[in-house]
């Protein structure tokens, strides 16, 4: 066999190899079930604007959320996931939103496959160094919970009827 045609066939055999690995989820393939996060949004960022972002990349969709930095898969300790469905199904939308931060409206939700939460969320989790206010209308207004650190709560239907898929605005306060 000529050198020339050997060296194609060994090139042709690794790119075959390296598409299997990517299509059996090697290390490069993101995870469906993974959630996207929202970047914390520091309220000590600017004194008139409590949604101002912490740096000055912003999404075009909505001004007042920080963009998510290319490759955020987690946050630290500070958070709050989100479900859209209970028991915290990991298989439906999901969604962590880092803090601390101030969200007045949870429409259009940087870094969210599914940016629009409002009255979307029925089951939560609160990081361990975070404490979490929710209301069930925009702008802080309306019944209102808060949720320590650690907190799980795999039904917002089951503790708090008023709030299941009925949240619209939070805030996310770090120990």
Same mark, same amino acid.
Request: include cysteine; hydrophobic fraction near 35%.
């Given at each position: ?116 939460? +409002?009255?979307? *969320?029925? +089951? ?28 799980? *709560? ?12 009925? *949240? ?8």
């Amino acid at each position: 066999m000529k050198p020339q045609t050997l060296l194609f066939l060994r090139t042709v055999a690794l790119a075959i190899a390296i598409s299997a690995i990517a299509a059996c989820g090697g290390s490069d393939t993101p995870n469906a079930n993974a959630p996207t996060v929202t970047p914390s949004n520091d309220p000590a960022a600017s004194s008139s604007n409590t949604n101002a972002p912490a740096s000055p990349t912003t999404t075009t969709a909505n001004a007042n959320q920080p963009a998510a930095p290319a490759g955020t898969t987690n946050c630290p300790d500070c958070y709050v996931h989100v479900f859209d469905d209970k028991n915290f199904d990991a298989t439906d939308d999901n969604h962590m939103i880092c803090g601390p931060g101030k969200w007045a409206s949870l429409r259009n939700l940087a870094g969210a496959v599914k940016p629009i939460w +409002s009255d979307e *969320i029925e +089951s939560l989790r609160v990081g361990p160094k975070a404490t979490v206010i929710v209301w069930a209308d925009e702008n802080f207004t309306g019944m209102t919970q808060t949720y320590g650190p650690g907190t799980a *709560i795999p039904s917002l239907k089951a503790s708090t009827p008023g709030l299941s898929d009925n *949240i619209s605005s939070i805030e996310i306060r770090c120990q």
